[in-house]
């Protein structure tokens, strides 16, 4: 039986550590053990059934990709600092254009030139919205 | 022994079947499922607790600690209502597909 746990034990040192791997591991040796000894009962001897075991269990990459996509609580997170962005980058660049029409309008009436920085600010949000959009 | 990459796409409809009639454990469902099928079919255990996890991040399915046995405790699956749903409107894609592929496959 220690074979087993040794053999599972192998097969998950490439995934990342996890509370979820570690429970599927635990789960995956009792059931196999117990495989072992239905197996056993059955009239193979230990060794025979031990190897069929582990030989059937297959191939640990289709766990490792389940374990894998995990990463998509990161994304989650990633996505809501995007946000953050984004909404620093709205915020932060109307301020910017509303002084800019602020000094356009109460010194100079007379021309309208507010709309050149305002072209020039309004690139730093939509970067930030595409960036944003990228991560959906 | 048929081939497994053809029957993959069904798997989660499969074990979604067994846990629905009844609450079980992982070596529990891959006999049931040689045994159903005659062998004919076996599941790998890699694949099988990979279609667990699956589903359980999907909330499909919720797992339980159950009796102790053989000195540890077993892990039980147990369908949500999502899962039954699921699974129901799975069934009905599959009678779909079947009449489909079988205008092609049949009297040949």
Redesign the interface.
């Known amino acids: 039986m220690k074979k087993i746990h040794a053999h599972v034990e192998e097969w998950f040192q490439e995934i990342e550590d996890s509370e ?1 791997k570690q ?2 591991q ?10 072992v ?2 197996l056993m009962r059955r009239g193979k001897t230990e060794e025979d059934a031990i190897n069929k075991t582990i030989v ?8 490792k ?3 894998g ?1 995990k990463g998509t609580d990161n994304r989650a997170a990633k996505r809501k600092q995007f946000g953050l962005h984004l909404g620093f980058s709205i915020w932060g660049s109307s301020l910017i254009i509303a002084l800019f029409v602020f000094i356009n309008l109460y010194y100079t009436p007379g021309t309208i030139w507010f709309v050149y920085p305002t072209f020039a600010v309004a690139w730093w949000p939509l970067v930030m919205f595409y960036k944003w959009l990228g991560w959906k | 022994m048929i081939r497994s990459d053809l029957i993959r796409g069904h798997l989660d409809a499969i074990i979604l079947r067994l846990i629905y009639e009844d609450d079980r454990y992982g070596y529990e469902i891959s006999k049931e499922i040689s045994l159903r099928t005659q062998d004919r079919f076996q599941i790998k255990e890699a694949t099988l607790y990979a279609v667990f996890q699956r589903l359980e991040r999907k909330e499909l399915i919720e797992s339980y600690m159950g009796d102790i046995s053989h000195g540890s405790k077993r892990r039980y699956y147990k369908i949500t209502k999502l899962g039954k749903a699921y699974l129901k409107e799975t069934v009905e894609e599959w009678h779909e597909i079947k009449e489909i592929v079988n205008i092609f496959m049949e009297g040949l």
């Open positions: 979820q429970a599927m635990e789960e995956i040796t009792q059931n196999l053990e117990e495989k000894q239905d059937e269990f297959g191939d640990i990459s289709d766990i990709q389940e374990l996509v």
